[in-house]
């Protein structure tokens, strides 16, 4: 069931050669606990992890050694999480 949410956390790049990675590769990581956005692998440091007692919230601040820091709160039937960092990030 669809509900809104609150995460927030650090995400942490990962160097791994990602050119030729197929979707099942993605789906591996994520499966172990990383996250995909935009083609690049992170860790993902938790400070706040599917909190339900909030407003919309979409915080992302890129920082100089190429970590994120992120501030979500949304409604999970129309986006995950990192889609809302992922259009941020695109859109600066």
């Known amino acids: ?5 609150r995460n927030k956390g650090k995400l942490i790049p990962v160097d791994v050669d990602t050119e030729h990675f197929t979707e099942d590769d993605y789906e591996t990581y994520q499966e ?8 690049q692998v992170y860790e993902v440091e938790w400070e706040i992890q599917r909190d339900t007692n909030c407003g919309d919230i979409c915080e992302v601040v890129e920082n100089d050694d190429g970590t994120i820091n992120f501030h979500t709160y949304h409604y999970n039937g129309g986006a995950h999480w990192t889609e809302l960092i992922e259009d941020v990030l695109k859109n600066k």
Request: aromatic share 16%; hydrophobic share 30%; no cysteine.
């Open 1 to 5: 069931m669809s509900e809104y949410e």
């Open 32 to 39: 172990n606990g990383f996250e995909v956005i935009d083609g």
